[in-house]
Each structure stands twice: as structure tokens, then as C-alpha cells.
């Protein structure tokens, strides 16, 4: 197992070394940050040419990304072109509150997800599994951002009309309240879990539903009920844990997905996370801000996938991990 | 279908007995005995009876075809110009009285002509993406598949590497930094990035049919390469082909929709309906203008995945058989 | 005559499909004695497995439906029994083996949790220790080397053949009076078959439990079975014991099936198919269903089905409707029998 750990996590490292040297020279080529600076009207000519210097903006592609490498290991992703303020701090402050939203949405979603995947299967054409169906059909057409929006007017307006707020419509916090885990912190995450949850809900119930479909039929289930088994024992000693298994893939597939929609989330509801961050940055645009949002994601991505590949190995017993 | 089995001319050892009436099984009587069909009839016309069955496909698909419709002939359907402002009509709700349909918007213009303008870019973008990534894909996952080696190689570990990627996020940094909020420039940067799900499909239709015998028949005929991929392993793939280029289509008009909501994909003066709920997003008041883009784009996808189930039962060979 | 073990009167089942009603099974009738190997045969598609899915209640109802039919097993017709009761029986007093090992076992359990789960089931006060010592026992019986520590291992680590001993074992973990084996050799090698045939004929001695061996193979019917029943589309065309069969069949279907096998000796320069192919079962022939590829085919047979009746004293039956023009014919195999 730990050979097998080591030698994915070797792996990777080309993996992410070729996917962030890629993106790099296409943000440098594209956002030209030396033309950046000079448009801008807050920098001045002296200070150019110490930006220069000191990020090597005059240097080949290659050149430039091997400083951008040593400045992720040894200055935690180096600072900002414009302006002096390291990264790190950022960083850390915004990571937090975004995996507190996808990590709550990813539990939740997936926790309901496997239930209504089971008990449609086994209730199938039940009233049950037409009603959610339909909300996965919807769910999939469903852009992230238009059901977010919903949900804030409808908030909004359940505010306006009624003077009570369930759900905050933006931000992480009301002023002076802190804390990860208050009420207050909870209302204002709401609506963005919601969000979230419901997009994914959608692709999980679905998926595991065929999946329970799909083992209902086979051989050994059938021997399951030759044997005597009560239907309940059916259910959950034989169909269960093999229908869970495809899930594991399912999910390290979404999470990129995730990531994506706790971006458009953060923006609606002015989450201070990392998407709205990143967005930021993308809006200067500030090449070593952008970087250090995709170094993160790609790497936290990569590991997600590795979690689920090692979950895998111990689902499923044909699967040998050396 | 196949044609009975004909007995072996020659020995034949029960002879017919005594005969009253000439009763003799000949194959077409007992092909006709058993109510079988003799028409031969092609792969397509089954496919298309298994498509008709389904009636959520079909209406999805009538459904389809009017609002694409709608689109194509947007100049002579919409009532006003994407660009019409009326400082006396501002953020007025939807009536049918006052020919707003949709309602204004904060600068007077008709949000249903709107709306319209952008079903006809979300069209062009659709089908331009889904129909590039399927090329790209099939071309490439062909090669990989039936030529394999390092070739293979090389090209599952750029798909790999496309599926670690946060999807949203580089497709943001490029279409902010080369799509210049230009229309053509963020379909292409979309088709660059689908083409990788179609491949793997195809690649694994080409490696499993590449061993199958008739594959080494076609060889032993004389047959190259590039006719056994073409004539006899390539009609094989047309099934996923169609399917995923359809569903493409929707995954397509919801990404371009997300790009341009956040403000870094198709820009105005060109029409979008993602652009059109962004600004939905700063009247929260007048929800018009945020629920009828949006309801737009969720028909649309929901009619193309309607669709695509229905292709993807009647190109799919494999159906589930009740057994004896 | 003893008392049947089974008692089948009618047995009739119907499957809804896209295309129309399958008919699968149709008036099936036949009994079984206490201890005797009863071997049902014919092609895909006759009915041979559905007929015996349904004893069990192993048929999805829907698309599926018993639409006649009464199973006297037991004092009760298994046909109408609640699910609680059929549950009783099921792997208890009647166990079935199915056709391949190894999509029939659970792939991400051990074999010792898929044996000692049939035991459990219909005995859950035994201890867990003196269940897992029987599940040992029985693998040794059916020849499984190494029982001990096969027991901890995964259906993908065992043979073909060491799959369906494992099969075999956990049917007849609980000792059952009708054992039903539907085709278990047909997924093996030739030479495993008669590894797994050698496993069957040992433990039918040892048990003594009343088998019903469904395949579509002559040649281990020859070899296994007491009685036989032929089956096409869906209907018992020919029944009696095997020597009677094989020596003098009396159905143009059974003297079709031994014709077209190939004879080790003497000279044969042709195969012999049937003519014609076998039947839509949602449309099928009028009359007598195997009447467009019969030599004897008379203008009755296409009005009349044919009913399974008595040929001779030895409890021969035959549905065909001049079965009597074909006394005194020799098959293939009259030598090889007498």
C-alpha cells in the first residue's frame, strides 16, 4: 500500500509540473505582465524596472517559471506582481472558508445521494423514483449560477416581504461575529451549500441508482435470493457494497466540478474563498496569483483522486494496489 | 437478420414419410410459419424505431427544433434590435399587453429579443464546439487506439492530465487572457478542452474491435490500415460518437454560459445568455431578467439530454434481453 | 410407486417485452421421486431454466408472470407461497445451482462468508465457529484442496471448476431434498465438467437428494440422469427413463437432437442439423410447435397441439401427434443402449 502511495504521488509530479508550466506560459504569453505594468497607472517607470529584475520578466518563458517554482517552495508562492503583498496569507485565509463550503456540500450531497440512489433503485418506477429523476434531470440542466441567483432573490425577497433572514444572501459573516462554525457562520454558508449540494446531489442519486440497477441483475444476487436471504440482507450485504463501488470513481471525477462551482458560488454570495480570489487575480490580471490558484486546486484534485483510488482498492478486493 | 438455416443438400436420412397433402417445410413457408419478416432492414431504420419509442425524446426534440428555430431566424423573429434602448420603458415586468414579453431591462431594450439572440449564440457555440471536439476526439482516439504503442501513450497521458485539471478554472484563464470576449475564439478554446472525453471512447471501441476476427480477415484479404479503420472499425464508433456529440452540445452551452456570467467569456455587444443573467445579477429586483435567460438555457440543455438518452438506447446494440 | 417428491401440473410463464408476450413456459406437468436424477433438455430458449426459476420464485415479476400452474412440493404448491415460507425453502429444503460460477458468486465477499451466510440464514443460533468448521467440511467433500485456507479467499482466486464445487457445496450446505442444477458445466472446460459431473454423481450418493440437472448436452444426460424430459419452446415433448430414450425415442424433436450429433464410430460424411430455426417464442407456431421443421408433419399438427401422452407401459411419453409411426425405428444410439 505505502509502495503504491509513494509511487502515485511520484507520478504526479510530472503531471502537475507539466500542467502548471503549460498554464504559466500561457499566462505570461497571453497576460503579458510586463505590458501590464506599464499600462498601469499606479506603477511607475522605477518600479518597472525593479519588477523586471526581480521576477525576471525579461527572461525566456522556462527561465521565469523556474523562479516561479522556487518562489512556491521557499517564499510560499512569492508575492504579487503589483504591489508587495505576499500570497501565503491570502491564501490561507480564503482556502479555509471555501473547503469548509465544498467539504459541507461534498458530505451532504453525497450522504443523500446514496440513499435516494438506493431507494429509487429498489422502488423503481415508484412515485419515489420518478420525483427525484426529474430533479436529476433538472439538475444536470441546471446552470450553477442561475440556481444560485434563485436562491438569493428568493432569500431576498423572503427578507423584504417577511423582515426575518433564514439564510444570509452574501458574505461569511455578519459584522463583528467570526468564528467557523457558529449560527452565524452557518446561515451566511447556507445558500452556497445548498447550491452546491443540489448540483451534486443530482449526479450522485443518479449514478448510484444505476449502479444499484445494474447489480440488481446480476448472477449473484440471484444466488442471494436462492439461498433464503431476506430481501432487506440482499440489499445491504450483497447489492450495497458493490454498487458503491463505481461511486468512488464518480467522485474524483466531480471534484474538479466542485471546485468549479465553489468559484461562481463564492462570486454570487461574496464568499471570501479562494475562487473569489482567484477571480481577482484573473481580473488584473496577476500571473502568480493565478498560478498559485491552479498549483493548489491541481494538487488538492490530484490528491482527492489518489484518496479515492486507495478507497477503491479497499472496496473492491480484485483490485490489487502494487 | 438472419436467413433459417437451410437442411444440408445431400444425405439425408428420415425421407418424408407418406405425404396426404404435400406438407413440406421449404424455408421461405417456414421463415412465413413462424411470422418472421424477410424485408432485410438496415441498422438505421431499427435505430430510428427504437428512437421514435421513446416520446420524451421525440417532444424534446420537436421542442428543440422550434426554439433552435427561433434562434437561426432570430432577425426576422425578435421584435426589437439586442441593442434597442427605451429610456421610457425601464425595468418594466413581462406583460403581453405592452409586446415585452420577457420585460426591459435597465436600459429599456426588450429582454425577449434578448433572449432570442442569445438561444442563437448558445446554438452556434453548441454545435461549432460539439462538432470540432467530436473530429479532434475521433480522429485522436482512433489513432491511439488501433495504432497503440507510444503514440497511445502519449495521448492517454494528455487526457489524463485534462481530467486533473480544475475545468472551470483553466478555462477561465484562457478564455480571459486569448478569448477577448470574442465568440469563435471561446468556442475554440472550449472544443481544445472537450475533445478528451470522445477520445477515450473511441480509443476503447478501436482496441477492442481491433483483435476481433473480422479485423484479421479484412488483413488476410489485403485489406491496410487506414481501410480496416475506416471501413471496418470506424461505422462501429458512430453510436457513442453521435451520443456524446449530442450531450456536448448542452455540456458546451452551459460552460460558455458560465464563462460569460463571470464576465470572462463571450462579452457584450455579442449576445449570451449567460452574460444576460449576469446582468439579471444586478437588478435583483426585477427577476425577469434573471429567470428567463437562465430558464432558457436550463430548457435547452434539458431537451438535448432528453435527446441524447434517446440516441444513446437506439444507436446502443447492446439492449437487455429477456432470457428463456 | 413411491410418492412424488414434486408434483408440477401445468406450469405456465409469460414474459411482457417491447416486441410482445414471450411465451417461455407452457403446460408443463411432470413429477419427481425422492433421490432420483431427472435431467430436462433441449435448446436455448425451450423454457428448460425458467420452468425451474419459477419453482423458487427466482422469475422478476415483472416483466415476468406465472400465469398457471401448481408445484406440489412438500404438502404446499410453491407457486403460492408467501414470501416468508418461500424463503424457508429456498436454499433449505430446495437449493439451486446455477449456470456460471463466477458471475454467480459475490465477487467482493470470501467464500467462507458466501457458504456460511446459506447455513446462517436457515440455522442463525449456530455458533460462528461450528459454522465455519461445516463450511471446511463441505469443501472438502466436493474436493476443494486446502479447505482451510481457501476459506478466507475471493471468488477470483478459485478455478472454474473449484468455483462450482464452492457452488455445489453451499447448495447443499443445508441438506435439501431437491437439488436443482441448471447447466453447471456448461461454463466449464470439457475436462473440469468431468471433474464437477464426478462431484455431483458423490454427493447425490451422499445426500440422496432428488436433482434436476438442466442442460442442453445429450451426453450428460447419458451419463447422469435416471429420467429425462425434452423440451422445445417452451412445452415437454418426450419423456421416460434414459435407456428407453436413447434407445427408441418417439418424438421427431429428440430423433432430430440425436441425429445431428456427431457418432465417434462408424462412418458419417454429413452432420445432420434440424431443419429450419427455432421459434419466435412471442409468435409462436399454431398447433404443434416444432411442426414447420418435422419430417412427419401432418396438416393436424398445425391445427392441433399435440397432448403429452403415454407411448408405452414404462411410463414413455410422447407429445406428438404420430408418435406411433415411429415404433420400430432405431436411433444412433440403439446400439450404444442395448
Known amino acids: ?184 457562520r452557518l446561515q451566511h454558508i447556507a445558500l452556497p451549500v445548498v447550491t452546491l449540494t443540489i448540483i451534486s446531489l443530482a449526479v450522485y442519486s443518479r449514478y448510484m441508482r444505476a449502479s444499484m440497477l445494474d447489480v440488481l441483475n446480476t448472477d449473484y444476487v440471484r444466488t442471494a435470493r436462492a439461498k433464503g436471504l431476506t430481501e432487506r440482507r440482499v440489499i445491504m450485504g450483497h447489492v450495497f457494497r458493490n454498487a458503491l463501488i463505481p461511486m468512488a470513481t464518480v467522485l474524483a471525477l466531480d471534484i474538479g466540478a466542485i471546485f468549479g462551482g465553489a468559484i461562481i458560488t463564492e462570486s454570487i454570495f461574496q464568499i471570501d474563498g479562494i475562487g473569489q480570489w482567484f477571480l481577482r487575480e484573473l481580473s488584473v490580471p496577476d500571473v502568480y496569483g493565478v498560478m498559485a490558484y491552479l498549483l493548489i486546486t491541481a494538487t488538492m484534485i490530484i490528491v482527492f483522486n489518489l484518496l479515492a483510488d486507495i478507497a477503491y482498492g479497499f472496496l473492491d478486493p480484485r483490485i490489487r494496489l502494487d | 437478420m438472419t436467413e433459417p438455416s437451410v437442411s444440408h443438400p445431400g444425405k439425408h436420412e428420415a425421407a418424408p414419410l407418406a405425404d396426404p397433402i404435400g406438407f413440406q417445410p421449404a424455408a421461405a413457408e417456414t421463415a412465413v410459419a413462424q411470422g418472421l419478416e424477410l424485408k432485410a432492414r438496415s441498422q438505421w431504420s431499427y435505430a430510428r424505431t427504437r428512437f421514435l419509442r421513446h416520446r420524451l425524446a421525440v417532444a424534446s426534440l420537436v421542442l428543440l427544433i422550434i426554439i433552435f428555430g427561433v434562434g437561426i431566424f432570430a432577425n426576422y423573429i425578435a421584435p426589437y434590435s439586442y441593442f434597442a434602448i427605451d429610456l421610457n420603458h425601464l425595468l418594466e415586468s413581462p406583460s403581453i399587453a405592452s409586446k415585452h414579453y420577457f420585460g426591459t431591462d435597465g436600459l429599456g431594450s426588450d429582454e425577449f429579443s434578448r433572449v432570442i439572440y442569445g438561444i442563437r449564440t448558445s446554438l452556434e457555440v453548441g454545435v461549432f464546439v460539439a462538432f470540432i471536439s467530436s473530429i479532434l476526439g475521433l480522429v485522436i482516439g482512433a489513432i491511439a487506439g488501433y495504432f497503440r504503442g507510444w503514440l497511445d501513450n502519449l495521448l492517454m497521458r494528455i487526457t489524463d492530465l485534462v481530467l486533473t485539471l480544475p475545468a472551470l478554472a483553466i478555462l477561465l484563464v484562457f478564455s480571459a487572457l486569448w478569448g477577448a470576449g470574442n465568440q469563435w475564439r471561446v468556442s475554440v478554446i472550449l472544443a481544445l478542452f472537450f475533445w478528451t472525453g470522445l477520445a477515450r471512447v473511441v480509443r476503447g471501441v478501436f482496441l477492442s474491435l481491433r483483435e476481433k476476427e473480422f479485423v484479421e480477415a479484412a488483413k488476410a484479404c489485403g485489406a491496410g490500415d487506414a481501410r480496416i479503420m475506416f471501413r471496418h472499425i470506424l461505422p462501429n464508433t458512430l453510436g457513442p460518437v453521435v451520443v456524446n456529440g449530442t450531450l456536448a452540445v448542452a455540456t458546451a452551452i ?18 449570451s445568455l449567460g452574460s444576460l443573467v449576469a446582468n439579471g445579477e444586478t437588478y435583483p429586483q426585477a427577476w425577469w431578467l434573471t429567470v428567463f435567460p437562465g430558464l432558457t438555457i436550463v430548457i435547452i440543455v434539458l431537451c438535448i439530454n432528453f435527446v441524447g438518452d434517446g440516441l444513446r438506447d437506439a444507436l446502443d446494440p447492446t439492449q437487455r434481453r429477456v432470457r428463456a | 410407486m413411491p410418492e412424488p417428491l414434486l408434483s408440477i401440473h401445468d406450469l405456465g410463464v409469460e414474459f411482457k417485452t417491447e416486441d410482445g408476450v414471450v411465451h417461455a413456459v407452457d403446460g408443463v406437468s411432470y413429477d419427481l421421486f425422492p433421490g432420483e436424477i431427472l435431467g430436462i433438455v433441449g435448446e436455448s430458449g425451450s423454457g428448460k431454466s425458467v420452468s425451474t426459476l419459477a419453482l423458487l420464485g427466482l422469475i422478476p415479476q415483472p416483466p415476468g408472470r406465472i400465469v398457471s400452474g401448481t408445484a406440489e412440493f412438500q404438502g404446499s404448491d410453491l407457486l403460492r407461497l408467501k414470501k416468508r415460507e418461500l424463503r424457508r425453502v ?73 468455483r462450482q464445487r464452492a457452488m455445489i457445496a453451499m447448495s447443499i450446505s443445508n441438506s435439501p431434498s431437491l437439488l436443482i442444477a441448471d447447466e453447471p458445466t456448461t461454463a466449464l472446460d470439457v475436462t473440469i465438467q468431468a471433474q464437477v459431473l464426478d462431484v455431483m454423481k458423490r454427493v447425490q450418493a451422499e445426500t440422496h437428494a432428488a436433482t434436476i440437472l438442466i442442460t442442453h448436452d445429450l451426453g450428460i444426460v447419458a451419463e447422469m440422469c435416471d429420467r429425462v424430459l425434452v423440451m422445445y419452446a417452451g412445452h415437454i415433448v418426450e419423456s421416460g427413463d434414459v435407456e428407453t430414450i436413447f434407445r427408441s425415442p418417439r418424438h421427431p424433436y429428440t430423433i432430430g437432437l440425436m441425429n445431428s450429433l456427431p457418432k465417434l464410430t462408424g462412418d ?16 409462436l407456431p399454431s398447433g404443434c410447435p416444432f411442426h414447420p421443421r418435422c419430417f412427419l408433419a401432418r396438416e393436424r399438427c398445425r391445427e392441433e397441439v399435440p397432448p403429452l401422452r403415454e407411448i408405452d407401459a414404462s411410463g414413455h411419453l410422447s407429445a406428438c401427434h404420430f408418435a406411433e409411426e415411429l415404433i420400430g425405428r432405431k436411433s444412433k444410439f440403439s446400439e450404444a443402449v442395448a
Open chain 1, 1 to 184: 500500500m505505502l509502495v503504491y502511495i509513494t509511487r502515485r504521488i511520484l507520478y504526479s509530479i510530472p503531471v502537475l509540473i507539466a500542467t502548471t508550466f503549460i498554464t504559466f506560459w500561457a499566462v505570461v504569453k497571453a497576460g503579458n505582465p510586463i505590458y501590464q505594468l506599464e499600462i498601469n497607472p499606479r506603477v511607475d517607470r522605477h518600479t518597472i524596472h525593479l519588477l523586471i529584475v526581480k521576477d525576471h520578466l525579461n527572461r525566456s518563458v522556462p527561465v521565469q517559471y523556474w523562479y516561479w517554482i522556487k518562489n512556491v517552495f521557499t517564499h510560499h508562492f512569492g508575492y504579487y506582481l503589483i504591489g508587495d503583498q505576499p500570497i501565503w496569507p491570502d491564501i490561507t485565509r480564503t482556502l479555509g472558508h471555501t473547503l469548509q463550503v465544498v467539504g459541507l456540500s461534498l458530505v451532504i450531497a453525497f450522504v443523500l445521494g446514496v440513499a435516494i440512489g438506493i431507494y429509487s433503485a429498489v422502488r423503481q418506477y415508484s412515485v419515489f423514483d420518478y420525483f427525484f429523476t426529474t430533479f436529476s434531470f433538472l439538475g444536470f440542466a441546471m446552470p450553477t449560477f442561475w440556481l444560485a441567483l434563485l436562491l438569493q432573490i428568493a432569500f431576498t425577497d423572503i427578507y423584504l416581504h417577511w423582515g426575518t433572514r433564514i439564510f444570509y444572501t452574501s458574505g461569511l459573516n455578519n459584522a463583528g461575529q467570526g468564528g467557523a462554525w457558529t449560527l452565524d
Open chain 2, 254 to 271: 452551459l460552460t460558455e454560459a458560465a464563462l460569460s456570467f463571470l464576465g470572462f467569456g463571450i462579452k457584450p455587444p455579442t449576445p
Open chain 3, 90 to 162: 429456498r436454499g433449505n429444503e430446495v437449493a439451486m445451482i446455477f449456470q456460471d460460477p463466477m458471475t454467480s458468486l459475490n465477487p467482493v465477499l470470501t467464500i467462507g462468508h458466501q457458504l456460511g451466510e446459506a447455513i446462517r440464514t436457515h440455522h442463525p443460533d449456530e455458533k460462528k465457529d461450528k459454522v465455519k468448521a461445516r463450511v471446511i467440511d463441505l469443501l472438502r467433500l466436493v474436493g476443494v484442496p486446502n479447505p482451510e485456507a481457501r476459506y478466507d479467499q475471493y471468488p477470483h482466486e478459485f478455478s472454474g471448476g473449484m
Open chain 3, 268 to 283: 458419417e460424411e454429413w452432420l445432420e442439423p434440424i431443419a429450419g430455426a427455432p421459434p419466435s417464442l412471442i409468435d
